[in-house]
């Protein structure tokens, strides 16, 4: 069972790269062992995110093929 929204955080990512104004991306609270669908605003001018994780299939600035 998968506990975090992997697409839903591939689909921001992407918008980052694609000059969104607004992204928003899910949080996991460790603490409550759940997923926070759009807990985390990225505002337009944020220029640094650092995106951590083990789980990631793709990468989101490449094309598909």
């Given at each position: 069972v998968e506990s975090f929204d992997i697409d839903g955080l591939y689909l921001a990512i992407k918008s980052l790269?694609?000059?969104?104004?607004n992204v928003f991306i899910p949080k996991f609270d460790r603490e409550r062992d759940i997923s926070i669908a759009g807990a985390i605003w990225i505002r337009p001018e944020t220029r640094i995110v650092v995106i951590?994780?083990?789980?990631?299939?793709?990468?989101?600035?490449?094309?598909?093929?």
């Open positions: 790269s694609d000059n969104a104004d951590e994780g083990s789980n990631f299939r793709r990468n989101p600035f490449e094309e598909s093929a």
